[in-house]
């Protein structure tokens, strides 16, 4: 069973940039797609990106692109989420998954964004 545990997280003034890291354990992770998520207070969970089994493929949700980069690592077993220029709008718990959800969410990381 694959655990996933989400860390990076802060909070930061807007303009700024953090870097999130998801690491998993159990299982490798190394045949999926593998995504960032986010949830907002009072929202539902949304996509943020997702990147390929090799890590050249990426697909991001549109008010992200150009600010954030998701990359892997599949000898360590871990997804990192770099985010910059950061706006007050990105203020939400951030998890990572499969892009498919199919694995346990973990606790995700919150990312507070200062005006």
């Known amino acids: 069973q694959v655990q996933l545990v989400e860390s990076g997280g802060g909070l930061v003034q807007a303009g700024e940039s953090l870097r999130l890291s998801c690491a998993a354990s159990g299982r490798t992770v190394s045949g999926y797609v593998m995504g960032w998520f986010r949830q907002a207070p009072g929202k539902e969970r949304e996509f943020v990106a997702s990147?390929?089994?090799?890590?050249?493929?990426?697909s991001y949700e549109d008010s992200v692109k150009g600010r954030f980069t998701i990359s892997r690592d599949n000898a360590k077993n871990m997804v990192y989420l770099q985010m910059n220029s950061l706006k007050p709008e990105d203020t939400a718990v951030y998890y990572c998954?499969?892009?498919?959800?199919?694995?346990?969410w973990g606790q995700g990381t919150q990312v507070t964004v200062s005006s």
């Open positions: 990147i390929g089994l090799s890590g050249y493929s990426t």
């Open positions: 998954n499969t892009r498919g959800g199919t694995i346990n």
